[in-house]
């Protein structure tokens, strides 16, 4: 007796993003790469024309339109006419492809999909990978949902504190394609840049926007030059901050010892060429996904003590935290691991050790496959208009304020 073969549940993942490839769509992208499609059949919609082009090349069916969010002032009423249009089409999409659960890659699609949601009893899942400020986190609804998913505790804790259930938010750690990485072509860092055998070479990545703080690295590599270490610092990754990192570096008189390299494809071989020693210095970090892209090249990390990082650098084992924006703290912790090769080593080989344990792709895959299936086995998860709809608790609060203030002045007025 043959058992009747299962058909694959269509997901319609939805992300907003700007045009490149970085933290959020390279997560997204891993996922649909990795995804069983046995068992699931994506789709995706999204407003970025370099993220469309990625998914094309997956073989999967891929909706490209702007994505406008309300407000958008000072044309409140055509923002609200997008808005509409929006719903309608996520509905019409919904439609067309017999969707069964929409998955969305960042906070912004919830606007809409909420109602879109609602409008077809669907489940709705929310993947956050960055921390949202409570104006945020009501404009674009995340207290309404089915399911939120962060890249780490500190990002659901906001939700938390709001007073969204526990059963409606999940943590399920990012995971990198180890596989795809550890096959990137190698780049030997001291024969591309003409630099000395013996020069200490500090490797850090990423958008070169404030908060992932590159400003304190190069402060820092002044003083560490200040004291006698040969080092230099190559930073890959490209971003507004670039030109006032670079007029920093110029001030500081150490322009020759700072290596920006731009936006590169094939980080993970940068990362192989040869550094002495990966850091970050990030003011606000959710997740960190690079800082498991250098264990797993085999580099001790240095980071601060932030959001989740803890779950990443394990402190003392596979690298070292200090206090965020601390510049004295990070180039003591430098200073430590350029006095012993032995123990950068020794943190590189229990860093990648540590990544391939529990932060692969597979890992990730399986748990937002294991959570698909309980959404849609589960009919309590299925959106509907009288559900979920509810103010948070910072939400509510505030309004009890206006209203007490309101209240106050309305009877100063009666009395005079």
């Not at 990002?155 to 409606?168: A, E, T």
Request: glycine share 6%; aromatic share 8%.
């Amino acid at each position: 007796m043959h058992l009747p073969s299962r058909k694959p549940k269509t997901i319609l993942y939805t992300h907003y993003g700007d045009e490149w490839i970085r933290g959020s769509e390279r997560c997204l992208l891993d996922l649909l790469s990795h995804l069983n499609r046995k068992h699931f059949k994506p789709v995706v919609w999204c407003n970025s024309t370099i993220m469309a082009s990625e998914v094309r090349r997956l073989d999967i069916p891929v909706i490209q339109s702007e994505f406008p969010l309300l407000p958008e002032l000072p044309r409140p009423l055509s923002s609200v006419k997008s808005y509409y249009n929006l719903v309608i089409q996520g509905i019409q999409l919904v439609d067309t492809y017999n969707v069964d659960l929409i998955h969305v890659n960042s906070g912004a699609p919830s606007q809409w999909l909420n109602l879109v949601a609602r409008a077809r009893q669907l489940p709705l899942l929310t993947h956050l990978h960055s921390f949202y400020p409570l104006r945020d986190r009501v404009m674009l609804g995340l207290h309404h949902l089915a399911m939120v998913v962060g890249v780490s505790q500190s990002v659901i804790n906001q939700l938390l504190q709001d007073g969204v259930p526990s059963d409606s938010c999940c943590v399920i750690p990012n995971g990198i394609d180890t596989l795809s990485l550890d096959n990137q072509p190698r780049c030997k860092l001291r024969r591309m840049l003409g630099l000395n055998k013996n020069d200490f070479l500090i490797i850090t990545a990423g958008s070169l926007i404030y908060r992932k703080g590159f400003d304190l690295i190069i402060n820092s590599v002044r003083q560490l030059i200040n004291m006698g270490i040969p080092a230099q610092l190559i930073i890959i990754g490209d971003g507004p901050e670039r030109a006032n990192l670079l007029q920093q570096s110029q001030k500081l008189n150490i322009k020759n010892r700072v290596h920006f390299l731009g936006e590169q494809s094939n980080v993970s071989g940068l990362l192989h060429g040869g550094a002495d020693l990966f850091v970050s210095a990030a003011r606000e970090e959710a997740f960190g996904l690079v800082l498991a892209e250098a264990s797993l090249a085999g580099l001790a990390v240095i980071a601060p003590d932030i959001g989740s990082i803890q779950d990443i650098i394990i402190n003392e084992e596979t690298g070292k935290l200090f206090p965020a924006e601390n510049v004295t703290e990070l180039t003591q912790k430098i200073f430590q691991l350029f006095l012993s090769a032995e123990r950068r080593f020794d943190m590189g080989v229990a860093g990648r050790q540590h990544i391939i344990n529990h932060f692969t792709i597979q890992h990730n895959v399986q748990k937002f496959e294991q959570l698909y299936n309980r959404m849609l086995q589960n009919p309590t998860m299925r959106m509907r208009w009288y559900s979920h709809w509810k103010l948070c608790r910072p939400f509510v609060h505030i309004s009890k304020q206006l209203f007490n203030l309101t209240l106050k002045k309305l009877c100063r007025r009666n009395k005079k």
